[in-house]
């Protein structure tokens, strides 16, 4: 989620949470394998570490439900222990399961604020009305958010991608609709 004030698209302050995109799962986490012979898992994070993950009791887990017992932070992720899961059999057998909530049990935003989540798949358009693509990840490589976006296949020729930093300049506006980027950006 981007916090930086001065370095922010335009969202469109009406943004709202609406039918089943309020219920989408996003996910939080994998299990990358069991730790101990307990039952307990490591996990890789995708959120905002051990902390934003202690928010939530319960995840779904491929149609399963897993209740958190505890949580600890370890080397590159997490080590968590869930009340259905009792050995390292079971544990190692959910191994590259993703850990999920519904898009609503997520805290509520604030202004200018956004779920990488919320950004993939939507619709890009220049400054100058031309269709560019549909953003396709959101990477952070310690600078800030990047959007990446794909351009629609032409003949049968393989879709190029091209990314944007998330900032006032590149992006000068977003919204659950569309994000809109500088033409001068666009590749």
Known sequence: MDSSPSARPTPNPSRKREG????????????AGAHGVRGE??????????????????????????T???????????????AEITDRSA????????LTVPRSALPPLGEGEYYHHDLIGLACTSTDGT???TVVAVENFGAGDILEIERP???????KRFMVPMNA????AWSDDGVTVNAAFAE
């Open 20 to 31: 089943d995109k309020a219920d989408r799962p996003v996910t939080l986490a994998a299990i």
């Open 41 to 66: 898992v490591r996990l890789k994070l995708f959120g905002e570490g051990v902390q934003g993950l202690r928010a939530f009791s319960a995840f779904d887990a491929g149609g399963r439900k897993l």
């Open 68 to 82: 958190l017992k505890s949580l600890r932070p370890a080397n590159q992720g997490a080590v968590a222990q869930f």
């Open 91 to 98: 544990a190692e057998a959910l191994r590259g399961t993703v």
């Open 131 to 133: 269709a560019l693509g």
């Open 153 to 159: 296949s032409e003949g049968g020729k393989k879709a």
């Open 169 to 172: 300049q590149a992006v000068p």
